[in-house]
C-alpha cells in the first residue's frame, strides 16, 4: 500500500467516531482554511489551535471560534532571559481573553534561538510565580520539554551546553512535584515515545494524575513506538484515558507542499486504526538514521479510539 494523494482516505476504515485534533500551530487565520479542509475530511471536527491574540480575534471574527480550542503561547524570550514579570503578565492576557490554555517550549534548541549563555532549566525556582499564576487561573498547561533521543546523539553531543534528555524531563518532574494541582499536556507522547522510554513514561503516569501526552509529530511518533507495535498498543491501551490525538502541524508560517496535511492525517490513522505492517511513511523522516521510516499499525480496540480520538480531549479541555 502506498499513499495516493488522488484518494487520500484509500486503505483507512470507516471512522466510528469525531476526531480532536490537540495540537495545531495557527499563525495566520486565513491560513487556518486549509487545515480545516482536510483536517474535516479525515474526520477532524475540532482543533487545539495555539495562536496569538491578533489571530484567534482574527479567527473570531470569521466564524471559527467554534472549531478551535485556543492556547496563548507564552513569550520564550522572557524564559530564555528569565524574566518572570513578563511571563506573569502573559499568563493574565490568556486568562483575560478567555484562552483554554497556555502552551510554553522548553527544548535545548532554546539556547540557540535565543542567545543566552546558558540553557535555562525548567525548574528554576525564579519560574515559580509563573507556574503558580497558570495553577490560580486552572489554566492547563501544553509544554515541549525535550526531543528525540536521535537529536541528542547528533545535534546535541555537548550535554554541558544542551544537558542530557534525563536531566530535562527530571527538572519537568520537579516542576509538577511543586504544583500538583497543575494540568499539564506534555506533547509529542511526552517527549518520550521511544520504546526504552516507556517505562519512564509510565512512572511520570503513575506519579503525577494531572499528567496527559499528546501524539505530535507524526514522523517521531509512527517511527518510535511502531518499533514494537505490540508493546506500544499495550501501553496505550493501559492508560488510554490520558493521550490525545495531535498532528502538530502548523500553518502560516511558512508554505508546505500540496500533501503536507493528508499525509500526516493518513499516516496517523493508518498507524493506529489497522495492522498493517511495513507501509512506507509518505513524507520524509531526515531523523531516521536507517531509512525508510515505515507505518506499523497498532490496530487500536474501537473503544480506545473513542477516548483517544475525542473523549479524551473533552474531558481535558471540557
Same mark, same amino acid.
Given at each position: 500500500?502506498?499513499?495516493?494523494?488522488?484518494?487520500?482516505?484509500?486503505?483507512?476504515?470507516?471512522?466510528?467516531? @469525531?476526531?480532536?485534533?490537540?495540537?495545531v500551530?495557527?499563525?495566520?487565520? =486565513?491560513? #487556518? /482554511?486549509?487545515?480545516e %479542509?482536510?483536517g474535516?475530511?479525515?474526520?477532524?471536527?475540532?482543533?487545539?489551535?495555539?495562536?496569538?491574540p491578533?489571530?484567534k480575534?482574527?479567527?473570531?471574527?470569521n466564524?471559527?471560534?467554534?472549531?478551535i480550542?485556543?492556547?496563548?503561547?507564552?513569550?520564550?524570550?522572557?524564559?530564555?532571559?528569565?524574566?518572570?514579570?513578563t511571563i506573569?503578565?502573559?499568563?493574565?492576557?490568556a486568562h483575560?481573553?478567555?484562552?483554554?490554555?497556555?502552551k510554553?517550549?522548553?527544548?535545548?534548541?532554546?539556547?540557540?534561538?535565543?542567545?543566552?549563555e546558558?540553557l535555562?532549566?525548567?525548574?528554576?525556582p525564579?519560574?515559580?510565580?509563573?507556574?503558580s499564576?497558570i495553577?490560580?487561573?486552572?489554566l492547563?498547561?501544553d509544554i515541549?520539554?525535550?526531543?528525540?533521543?536521535?537529536?541528542?546523539?547528533?545535534k546535541?553531543? @555537548?550535554?554541558a551546553?544542551?544537558r542530557t534528555?534525563?536531566?530535562?524531563? =527530571?527538572? #519537568? /518532574?520537579?516542576?509538577l %512535584?511543586?504544583?500538583p494541582?497543575?494540568?499539564?499536556l506534555?506533547?509529542h507522547?511526552?517527549?518520550?515515545?521511544e520504546?526504552h522510554n516507556?517505562?519512564k513514561?509510565?512512572?511520570?503516569?503513575?506519579?503525577?494524575?494531572n499528567?496527559?501526552?499528546d501524539?505530535?509529530s507524526?514522523k517521531?511518533?509512527?517511527r518510535?513506538?511502531?518499533?514494537d507495535?505490540?508493546?506500544?498498543?499495550?501501553?496505550?491501551?493501559?492508560?488510554?484515558?490520558?493521550i490525545?490525538?495531535?498532528?502538530?502541524?502548523?500553518v502560516?508560517?511558512?508554505?508546505h507542499?500540496?500533501?503536507?496535511?493528508?499525509t500526516?492525517?493518513?499516516?496517523?490513522r493508518?498507524f493506529?486504526?489497522?495492522?498493517?505492517?511495513?507501509?512506507?511513511?509518505?513524507?520524509?523522516?531526515?531523523?531516521?538514521?536507517?531509512p525508510p521510516?515505515y507505518i506499523?499499525g497498532?490496530n487500536?480496540?474501537?473503544?480506545?479510539?473513542?477516548?483517544f480520538?475525542?473523549?479524551?480531549?473533552?474531558k481535558f479541555?471540557?
Amino acid at each position: 500500500m502506498i499513499f495516493d494523494c488522488n484518494d487520500p482516505l484509500a486503505g483507512l476504515p470507516p471512522l466510528k467516531t @469525531d476526531i480532536c485534533d490537540s495540537h495545531v500551530h495557527i499563525w495566520d487565520a =486565513d491560513a #487556518f /482554511n486549509d487545515l480545516e %479542509e482536510w483536517g474535516h475530511l479525515f474526520g477532524v471536527k475540532r482543533f487545539m489551535g495555539i495562536a496569538q491574540p491578533d489571530v484567534k480575534k482574527a479567527l473570531e471574527q470569521n466564524g471559527k471560534a467554534s472549531d478551535i480550542i485556543f492556547a496563548y503561547y507564552l513569550p520564550m524570550q522572557a524564559f530564555a532571559e528569565k524574566k518572570p514579570k513578563t511571563i506573569v503578565k502573559a499568563v493574565d492576557e490568556a486568562h483575560s481573553q478567555n484562552y483554554t490554555l497556555t502552551k510554553t517550549w522548553f527544548g535545548p534548541r532554546q539556547i540557540d534561538y535565543y542567545n543566552t549563555e546558558k540553557l535555562v532549566s525548567i525548574s528554576d525556582p525564579i519560574f515559580e510565580p509563573v507556574f503558580s499564576r497558570i495553577e490560580d487561573y486552572n489554566l492547563p498547561l501544553d509544554i515541549h520539554v525535550a526531543d528525540p533521543d536521535i537529536w541528542y546523539s547528533t545535534k546535541y553531543q @555537548d550535554s554541558a551546553r544542551y544537558r542530557t534528555k534525563t536531566q530535562a524531563i =527530571d527538572e #519537568f /518532574n520537579e516542576v509538577l %512535584e511543586r504544583h500538583p494541582s497543575l494540568k499539564v499536556l506534555s506533547v509529542h507522547f511526552g517527549c518520550l515515545p521511544e520504546i526504552h522510554n516507556l517505562n519512564k513514561l509510565k512512572e511520570i503516569f503513575e506519579k503525577f494524575p494531572n499528567f496527559y501526552v499528546d501524539t505530535a509529530s507524526t514522523k517521531w511518533i509512527v517511527r518510535e513506538l511502531g518499533k514494537d507495535p505490540q508493546q506500544a498498543r499495550d501501553f496505550i491501551i493501559r492508560y488510554q484515558d490520558r493521550i490525545l490525538f495531535a498532528t502538530d502541524l502548523s500553518v502560516g508560517w511558512t508554505d508546505h507542499s500540496e500533501d503536507y496535511f493528508s499525509t500526516r492525517y493518513w499516516s496517523q490513522r493508518l498507524f493506529w486504526e489497522t495492522n498493517i505492517q511495513k507501509v512506507e511513511l509518505p513524507f520524509s523522516d531526515e531523523d531516521n538514521p536507517t531509512p525508510p521510516t515505515y507505518i506499523n499499525g497498532l490496530n487500536l480496540p474501537q473503544s480506545v479510539l473513542n477516548r483517544f480520538y475525542w473523549q479524551n480531549a473533552e474531558k481535558f479541555f471540557k
